[in-house]
């Protein structure tokens, strides 16, 4: 697969996820375990640019995509002002679901730099967070889509 | 005659935790390590604290390292709930560094020769208006010990210390940045999830498939031959592996779950009748308040309200770390207790408790006493069996959502009179709810869900409840805010209990302050009265006041109730208040919903007065939250079960709240910067409810009692 813009060959037990590799072998913590059902977003990584999860995704159907976990964003100018914005709004209280959050909102101004509220909350709409921070998240990524201008 | 002496009492974990040195240490590189017992839940004190500590010091909040609270070198400050962090800890470090700070300046009087009048601390640094000569915390350290008791007779504050300067608290009152935010947003390791140890093995427990399920047989041959296997753990009930890797350690305790055969008993109540489980008893029954003489029958308006079982669910589960060292066990959990599950652990082990050290590591969201402790106890006994190696045990979601303990069922009997003038004559109450206590160490079990599952098992106990005083658990805000001139309220606590329930944020507040302020609503419109008026009417408490009368105007009450040209459905506005325990922080909610079949909450007005405010948008941030997680338990949220199993075990047997369903929420934090801090963590929970079963009831004309406020409930609403 190709993983954050580099090729990469491994040898994976069969039945481990996508996420077991990212979290277990290549020690790339970034990407959390929410619920390994594919249901909340935690684990989200972008395959071929759109958010999916990374929990309940064999690894041998990642062969021959593209993909990006949160910690290859770093050093991509969006992914900054997200993550500078995310800091001014202070969008987190347990932070858990934020690399998820920063996925779907990293797809989302790849393809519609200038989305309105109703386009945001919908492109987070698959990513649960438990502590109540969406209107800071949602408040985070409208300000960091307006810092692009 | 001699006057008595001065009496000043040291805060509760100073007392404790007398030594300065146990709190405040001078550490190299010009930073100030300081140790607490309350611990980070994503709640934010760890910024807080470090607000406290870095404005009596006289340093920059960038000098302030936060130790990681662990048992062996933190203060023992219990657990870290009740929102009473800010009370408690930030009052004990207070005085703390008050006191450490009045001994540096002494010292860089005597030994520097500063001069006494002018001598002021900036960034740790200490000089005088002379400026001959500066000195600094890191300079003085070889000569300030300590490591000596904390001064009752000082007490805290510029008549005993005098403070550096003119300038008072710089960084505590303004919104500070969270200083553990940087590194979450970064997606750097931050949690106890991403942990690595040297050598570290992956731990699974097979639970059984229902909460009085017994193990039958179980042949773990083939479980042992598979690859990657470790070791297969069993001691009575208690089922787990111990594997080289996460995938390997799925596998093996999959094909364990197939090997066993369990004996499975019908022990659970009728889900759709949890009522008639809760008054059936044996009951535990108290007065909470009651006004002499006592009230002859409670009054002639009456209505009950019911929440369902609720569930925590945080985002991530639960995780725990254990490493064997001969007899002595190293521990890392994201519990809020980390003293008490040392000893819990201890006391199931029969290990001293100096061979049990358990370190504060980090998890999701923390409501209450989650499964965070029992995964740390389960990590123990997998890491048991492979000495010399740190096992990093995780509970799957599903054991999440149906082993972590719940918060409780509860009904609550409502009863009142109106006088001539349409005001409240009489007021009585009846609470029937398991009890919300069943922490590790309490009533002195150990509360641990393995411990009920070894061969030489502990039965859990029925769960207890805070005792009134400590803020009470099914009668948490029981008694209203309101002036009633008769009142009765009784609490009944289930002794017998087949689902395990435990601390939920704000425990019985919740539904109590939604039945209280659902009835005032009733109450309104039985004596033809607007629910604002109604209340102020009933209200002296000028806070409580303040708070309301806030949130009404933000909100623009009464609004206007009918259709909404923007949207599908019926628009209403209502109301909720509370003073959360009756001694913490004060709150007002106005909700606005639509809704035809749906409930559909757009906007929550809310004002909280939390007295002194630390960081204000520490505040804000935590109603917002708190209220947007109300909003999730009030329209969505309920275990489920049938009469065996927990059948609630993944996002979409229990969902909860969504991007697209949350409400805006507008906070104003009324300023006492002359009153107590308090906590503001769970101050919405019980008024967000109320607000929206309130408006709800304006904008459809019809009342939802029993919580969730679902479209069955509705449509049943409307049809009966």
Redesign the interface.
Known sequence: MRLNGRSLELTA?G???VL?VL??TL?L?????????G??G?CFILIDGRPAPSCDMPVWSAAEHDITT??GL?GDPTTNRL?DA??AE?A????????GM?ISAAALLAVDPHPDEDAV??A??R????????????RAVLRAAAAGA | MSSPAPTTALPKGLAANPRLATWVRITPAATITIAVGKVE????IRTALAQIAADELGVDLGQIRMLPPNTADSPNEGVTAGSMSIADSGTALRQVCAQVRALFVAAAIAEVGLDPATITVHSGVFSDRRARASTTYWELADRVDLDRPADPLAGHGPETVPRAGAEVERVVGTDV??L???D????????I??R?LPGQLAGRVVRPPSPAATLIEVDTAAVRALP?VVRVVRDGDFLGVVAE????A??AAAALRAAARWHEVESLPVEHDLAAYLRTGPLDSFVVDQTEPALGSPGQIRASYSRPFLAH?????SCGIARWDGEAVEVYSHSQGIFALRSAIATVLGLPEQQVRVEHA??????GHNGADDAAFDAVLLARAVPGHAVRL?W??ADELAWSPFGSAMVVDLAADLDPAGTVASWSADIFSQGHLARPGFEGRPGLLAAGHLGNRIEPAAPADPPLAGGAGLARNAVPIYEFPVRRVHGHRLLRTSLRTSSLRSLGAFLNVFAIESFMDELALAAGRDPLEFRLAHVRDPRAVEVITTAARRAGWPGRVGPDGAGQGIVGQGIGLARYKGTGAYCAVVAEVEAVHDVRVRRLSIAVDVGRVINP?GVR??I??????AT?WTLKERVRFDRTRITSV???SYP?????E?P??EVDVVSRPDQPSVGAGEAAQGPTAAAIGNAVTRALGLRIRDLPISRDRIIAAMNG
């Open positions: 037990d039945q481990a996820t077991d979290r277990g020690g913590t970034g990407t959390r375990f929410g619920c390994g059902l249901q909340c935690a949160v910690d770093d993550r995310f800091l202070q987190a209280q347990c932070g858990y679901c934020v690399s920063l909350i919908a987070l709409d990513n649960l967070c438990r502590c109540g921070s969406h209107r800071r998240i949602v | 839940l994503g709640q934010g940045p969270r553990d935010l940087p979450k947003v970064a997606g750097r390791p931050a949690f999830h991403d690595v990657g890797d996460e995938p390997a799925g596998r669910a945080s985002l991530a589960p980090e998890g999701a969201g923390c409501y995780q799957s979601r948008d941030n935590q917002e939250g708190g209220a947007i997680q999730s993944d996002w979409e909860i709240l969504r991007f697209s949350v805006r929420v």
